[in-house]
């Protein structure tokens, strides 16, 4: 099982690039890593996903190494409504059919002015 | 268009009681899932399905029962509710096909007495 670790808390000022990173040691060949990002009561919203390489969208880029052991979320210029709780996502398929989602912790982002 | 819903948003339970938290979906996913979050310990999977009439076990569904007689509708089950399922629960979907791009709900606030 693909586990991902990842930094508990990261402090930042508005304007900067941001960038987290994330283990995942046991990643499989089929697994992709996805990043969701979460505001106080509310529920997880996609940001990015990505299988090997760098992959960019208006909000974000995910960079990949080529052995897939990790992956950095990169926020260019955040603001402070950026200030939120950041996942990181590996999914394992299974042969049968089924799969396993393994949120990690998290990462709390906090933006300053 | 309204996505993802959950009912009720905040419910209070006295030990050994039980009640239905209702998960609907009008963006015609095939998948479906059910998550809790609990402090420090980001999301975990209850139970899944991957279409009308199926149920699968997650991480962590011992305590829970699931149902998805239609398929824009996911229900999550407490038969004897405990204090260990205090938590926030999560309903999300996602299209076949699609590599784990979720859609989340706004989350339901349990607390068991």
């Known amino acids: 099982l693909a586990k991902t670790t990842q930094p508990i808390s990261m402090d930042s000022y508005e304007g900067q690039e941001v960038n987290i990173t994330c283990s995942h040691n046991n990643i499989a060949t089929n697994d992709y890593i996805t990043w969701y990002q979460q505001f106080p009561s509310q529920g997880p919203r996609f940001i990015i996903q990505?299988?090997?390489t760098k992959v960019t969208n208006e909000v974000a880029s995910l960079f990949i190494p080529a052995d897939r052991k990790s992956s950095t979320l990169s926020l260019p210029r955040v603001s402070l409504s950026d200030t939120a709780v950041y996942y990181c996502?590996?999914?394992?398929?299974?042969?049968?059919?089924?799969?396993?989602?393994?949120f990690g912790a998290g990462t709390r982002l906090f933006v300053k002015a | 268009n309204a996505g993802v819903t959950q009912t009720p948003k905040f419910r209070v339970l006295k030990t050994g009681q039980s009640m239905t938290l209702l998960c609907a979906q009008d963006m015609n996913h095939e998948y479906m899932y059910w998550y809790r979050q609990d402090p420090g310990m980001g999301l975990r999977l209850i139970h899944y399905?991957?279409?009308?009439?199926?149920?699968a076990k997650g991480e962590v569904p011992d305590g829970y029962n699931v149902s998805r007689l239609k398929k824009q509708n996911f229900l999550l089950g407490l038969e004897s509710a405990a204090p260990s399922q205090t938590s926030v629960y999560f309903c999300?979907?996602?299209?076949?096909?699609?590599?784990?791009?979720?859609?989340f709900g706004p989350g339901t606030r349990l607390t068991v007495l």
């Open positions: 996502l590996v999914v394992t398929w299974y042969l049968t059919g089924g799969f396993k989602t393994i």
């Open positions: 999300a979907g996602r299209e076949r096909g699609s590599t784990d791009t979720q859609y």
């Open positions: 399905s991957v279409g009308e009439g199926t149920t």
């Open positions: 990505g299988y090997k």
